[in-house]
């Protein structure tokens, strides 16, 4: 089972910017997965932010954020990133990274709604008006 660790969250003003990481270890380059940022704020339901296919390198994104989140990987490092700028306070929340295996290959169809099994243990996102 693949381990995830998320790193860089904090507090930042609106209009900023935060990088975060997500490093997944017992990850096997032979295996294509889903990987995907979600986030669960106070009294709300936990949603998908973006996702991307490690296999074909599709990534996707929540209709609501995409412009101003961007998911990328850096494969050497073994770790995906969820660029957020233009923060605001609706973003705040606990984001969580996640890894789903799969099958092979998969062209024309996106990680966002794909069913999760590693969980990452989260990273507090607080942002201030």
């Known amino acids: 089972e693949v381990q995830l660790v998320e790193s860089g969250g904090g507090s930042v003003q609106a209009g900023g910017s935060l990088r975060l990481s997500c490093e997944a270890s017992?990850?096997?380059?032979?295996?294509?997965?889903?990987m995907g940022w979600f986030r669960q704020a106070p009294g709300k339901e936990r949603e998908a932010v973006a996702s991307?296919?490690?296999?074909?390198?599709?990534?996707d994104y929540a209709d609501s954020l995409k412009g101003r989140f961007t998911i990328s990987r850096d494969d050497a490092k073994n770790t995906i990133y969820l660029q957020m700028n233009s923060l605001k306070p609706e973003d705040t929340a606990i984001y969580y990274c996640?890894?789903?295996?799969?099958?092979?290959?998969?062209?024309?169809?996106?990680?966002?709604?794909?069913?999760?099994?590693?969980w990452g243990q989260g990273t507090q996102v607080t942002v201030s008006s």
């Open positions: 017992a990850y096997s380059y032979s295996i294509y997965y889903c």
């Open positions: 991307i296919d490690t296999g074909v390198g599709r990534t």
């Open positions: 996640a890894a789903a295996k799969l099958a092979g290959l998969r062209y024309g169809v996106g990680c966002l709604g794909q069913d999760y099994d590693s």
